[in-house]
Nanobody
Framework: QVQLVESGGGLVQPGGSLRLSCAASGSINSHYIMGWYRQAPGKQRELVASITSGGSTSYKSSVRGRFTISRDNAKNTVYLQMNSLRPEDTAVYYC????????WGQGTQVTVSS
């Protein structure tokens, strides 16, 4: 059974940091492109960051320099380190795995508020 399980979300003050984790199981392996998406209330889901099997990364322009995506293939886990968080980063964050087929996690809430 394929599963993506996110963790690490929560409430943080502006300027703070959070680290999201996504543990993959089942047929998902190091060949998959892994990504983090987010969806704020009333808005469409958007790609925040992605990382290829070779470690190449890409970022949404508004998070570049603040967020870092990484993966540990031995643990089948992908991370999103989020620094200098802003209120506009508030959203449900979803982990995504893609290799022909697409899998999604259940999401984890990130709230940036004072």
């Amino acid at each position: 059974q394929v599963q993506l399980v996110e963790s690490g979300g929560g409430l943080v003050q502006p300027g703070g940091s959070l680290r999201l984790s996504c543990a993959a199981s089942g047929s998902i392996n190091s060949h998959y492109i892994m990504g983090w998406y987010r969806q704020a209330p009333g808005k469409q889901r958007e790609l925040v960051a992605s990382i290829t099997s070779g470690g190449s990364t890409s970022y949404k322009s508004s998070v570049r320099g603040r967020f870092t995506i990484s993966r540990d293939n031995a643990k089948n886990t992908v991370y999103l380190q989020m620094n200098s968080l802003r209120p506009e980063d508030t959203a449900v964050y979803y982990c995504n795995a893609e290799l022909g087929v697409v899998y999604w996690g259940q999401g984890t809430q990130v709230t940036v508020s004072s």
